[in-house]
């Protein structure tokens, strides 16, 4: 992997400190805990956290406050060392074929809400993706509060970032990979494309959905079928929905 530029300097929450130990632990450089913060989970944190050579500190709530910019963080803040790493699309690919399974990735267009990429990515990792590409410019990035919505799972998951999309999902069906944009108007439903074989679920973002050349680079475009009187989906449950459908049909 090679170094992104967008630094993700602190983590937070009980379930995505472990899920970064659970991985290693490597580039933790401090565990922080808030004082009186003694429960079983929070002392196992701490255990690791020492095992890894990481310093551990106890503070106020108010300074972890402060470190997190947030009071959601459960007396847990780890302050990790460098930048998050992105992968190579090259790499996600390749995870594939170590795995010896037909690739199924997912592309975002413009998501700019942290809290859906992080949704996103804690859906692919549950469903078996082999990674999430998204764009370098005017989307958001693996940020602390990404990390938080994944619940910590991103340190599962491979992260390309990429400068174009359009050219992204070319060079791709170069790979033999087939690209799905999915939209409300899409012309079938996801469920009648057979999603077997190597697979990219393009999404867009909350407001303007799919650019047009991206939409066009597209192999195929398909919608989420509902019965309810619901209009859409966001983005992150609009993901789920179909990265179970295409965990459905290859299970079959």
């Known amino acids: 992997m090679k170094r992104g530029d967008a630094p993700t300097r602190v983590i937070y929450g009980v379930n995505p400190v472990k899920e970064l130990l659970r991985g290693g632990g490597e580039e933790l450089a401090e565990l922080w805990l808030a004082e009186g913060a003694r429960s079983p989970p929070v002392l196992e944190l701490e255990r690791q956290a020492r095992e890894v050579g990481a310093k551990v500190k106890h503070a106020p709530r108010q300074k972890l406050d402060r470190l997190a910019g947030s009071d959601r963080h459960q007396g847990v803040v780890a302050v990790l060392e460098g930048t998050f790493r992105y992968a190579e699309v090259s790499e996600l690919l390749e995870a594939a074929r170590a795995a010896g399974e037909p690739p199924l990735l997912v592309i975002l267009d413009g998501v ?11 859906s692919a990792v549950a469903f078996g993706a082999h990674g999430v590409v998204i764009p370098r410019d005017r989307a958001v990035g693996v940020t602390s509060g990404a990390v ?13 970032r990429v400068t174009n999309i359009s050219r992204t999902i070319e060079e791709m069906k170069s790979a033999g990979v087939w690209s799905v944009a999915l939209a409300a108007d899409g012309d079938r439903e996801l469920g009648q494309l057979d999603l077997k074989g190597p697979t990219a679920l ?29 209009e859409s989906l966001s983005v992150s449950a609009a993901a789920s929905v179909a990265l179970y459908e295409v965990a459905r049909q290859r299970r079959k």
Request: charged share 25%.
């Open 202 to 230: 393009v999404m867009g973002s909350e407001g303007e959905g799919i650019r047009p050349l991206v939409r066009r680079s597209c192999d195929h475009g398909a919608r989420i079928g509902m019965t309810g009187q619901v």
């Open 112 to 122: 700019e809400d942290p809290q859906h990429l992080g949704a996103i990515i804690r």
């Open 148 to 160: 938080k919505a994944s619940a910590g799972v991103v340190a599962r998951c491979r992260v390309a």
